[in-house]
């Protein structure tokens, strides 16, 4: 069924680039994107999926501005999308006092507001992290015995290395000065070159302690 202009109900509409014009918080934004447009009247109109890609887009530049009032907080909240009665729990506090923050009745809680900026930037980069650990401190995941992981070693960037590096590290962590007297001892006495597991744990966990 083709679309149908609500203005002047002229069904010739054309894909076209349409600029949205909007004030959030006192801030004007201009945001380009792909739209409808009518041929007879001019009329513009969004896709749903557009119109969330508008808000998302301007509640990252709220965050980014660091921009935290009574009107940005509830912008930032509506747009991930989240109720009132779902965000309080994972903030740890009433209902009633997240709308006293989002009506300006109670100054806002800069960690509450730093934890909704995080659930903004994951919601844009499709992740959920942030609200996934948080509904984990309220409802605790049952550990397995053992969790098995494979983290993606080639992601790590040099900086994270410890900054206290002990001079001419060689880019492997070095083992408890202990453990190396021991491993010391063990290649003299002839046993294997190769480091017990034990003691590269040891050593790992003392580069990072
Ligand atoms: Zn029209």
New binding site residues.
Partial sequence: MPMQ??????YQMVDAEVEERLTVAGRAFVVVVPGTE??????TYLRYDAMIAVKRSVAMELVRHGDVNAETFKYMRKTIPMSVAELAPLLHVAPETVSRWESGEQPIEPNAAALLALMVVEAIEGRSTCIDHLKATLDPISWPEVTRLAPDVSVIAADAAPKDLPAGFDGHFPLEPAVQDSAAKRREQGARAARPRGDQRLGLEAAFA
Avoid: D, K, V, Y
């Fill in positions: 202009c609500c203005e002047c109900e002229n009518c041929l007879q009247c001019g009329n």
